[in-house]
């Protein structure tokens, strides 16, 4: 068994460098094809909503929300805080799921509904509750998101009674799966690492000295001398000094 060497490793790559890359090209082409004709694509859209306790937000003779910034102080923000985690697990019952299935004409069950949507705290320290609905098409991922939007006001007062919501709207649907882009890029690389695997591991167990440079690069001896093939002598660099008279010597 060959020693192990990193200047062995190198030449290795260098020696197989085409059968690395081909390797390489031919995970990455499958992976490709694969996100572009096989998996389905997904998009998500997202908007927030933001809930207090009516110390940071009033409503106007419009019914419109804003800030009323005179009476916001941190025992307003801590309070508001304090019910994130509240109105996250009423966002996520099932009575707002069925009351947008009936919005959107039975198109969808409350319970696909759901499936597609994400209600998570933004951060322990934030006033954001962010919404986010994934599905297969762009226009109808950012449709639901902003209609369930338009519920949640009315939806989490009924729960909790003097709060006031603000909600800002999702503009669009991005592409969230596949990454095609990444995923080919990672089954090059495996494709790549794979291909050099095998290619060490043969040479690992080649026991075969095809010249001194290679003995050299195999194992850390030196070479004090070769002995030459006599049997290829006649057509060889050997043929003048061992080769007379249609007879061999030294054979």
């Given at each position: 068994?060959?020693?192990?060497?990193?200047?062995?490793?190198?030449?290795?790559?260098?020696?197989?460098?085409?059968?690395?890359?081909?390797?390489?090209?031919?995970?990455?082409?499958?992976?490709?094809?694969?996100?572009?004709?096989?998996?389905?694509?997904?998009?998500?859209?997202?908007?927030?909503?933001?809930?207090?306790?009516?110390?940071?937000?009033?409503?106007?003779?419009?019914?419109?929300?804003?800030?009323?910034?005179?009476?916001?102080?941190?025992?307003?923000?801590?309070?508001?805080i304090?019910?994130?985690?509240?109105?996250?697990?009423?966002?996520?019952?099932?009575?707002?799921?069925?009351?947008?299935?009936?919005?959107l004409?039975?198109?969808?069950?409350?319970?696909?509904?759901?499936?597609?949507a994400?209600?998570?705290?933004?951060s322990?320290?934030?006033?954001?509750?962010?919404?986010?609905?994934?599905?297969?098409?762009?226009?109808?991922?950012?449709?639901?998101?902003n209609?369930?939007?338009?519920?949640?006001?009315?939806?989490?007062?009924?729960?909790?009674?003097?709060?006031?919501?603000?909600?800002?709207?999702?503009?669009?649907?991005?592409?969230?799966?596949?990454?095609?882009?990444?995923?080919?890029?990672?089954?090059?690389?495996?494709?790549?690492?794979?291909?050099?695997?095998?290619?060490?591991?043969?040479?690992?167990?080649?026991?075969?000295?095809?010249?001194?440079?290679?003995?050299?690069?195999?194992?850390?001896?030196?070479?004090?001398?070769d002995?030459?093939?006599?049997?290829?002598?006649?057509?060889?660099?050997?043929?003048?000094?061992?080769?007379?008279?249609?007879?061999?010597?030294?054979?």
């Amino acid at each position: 068994m060959n020693e192990f060497s990193i200047y062995h490793i190198f030449r290795l790559l260098i020696k197989n460098f085409v059968v690395i890359l081909l390797c390489a090209i031919l995970f990455g082409a499958a992976a490709f094809c694969y996100c572009e004709f096989h998996l389905e694509e997904r998009y998500a859209a997202s908007g927030s909503v933001v809930v207090t306790n009516g110390g940071i937000f009033e409503n106007d003779n419009q019914n419109t929300q804003i800030t009323n910034s005179d009476k916001v102080n941190n025992a307003d923000i801590a309070a508001s805080i304090n019910l994130l985690t509240t109105v996250k697990d009423i966002l996520s019952t099932n009575d707002i799921y069925k009351e947008l299935s009936d919005k959107l004409g039975g198109k969808y069950s409350y319970g696909q509904l759901k499936s597609f949507a994400s209600i998570t705290k933004r951060s322990d320290y934030s006033l954001f509750i962010d919404v986010k609905f994934e599905m297969g098409d762009k226009d109808e991922a950012a449709k639901i998101t902003n209609m369930f939007l338009e519920l949640t006001p009315d939806y989490i007062n009924e729960s909790i009674p003097n709060t006031r919501t603000r909600i800002y709207a999702c503009d669009g649907a991005g592409k969230t799966y596949p990454r095609t882009t990444s995923t080919t890029a990672l089954a090059m690389l495996i494709g790549a690492l794979l291909a050099f695997v095998v290619v060490y591991i043969i040479s690992l167990f080649n026991t075969t000295i095809e010249s001194e440079e290679d003995f050299k690069d195999r194992y850390n001896i030196p070479v004090l001398g070769d002995i030459p093939d006599f049997a290829t002598a006649k057509s060889g660099k050997y043929a003048k000094s061992y080769y007379k008279g249609g007879s061999y010597y030294g054979n």
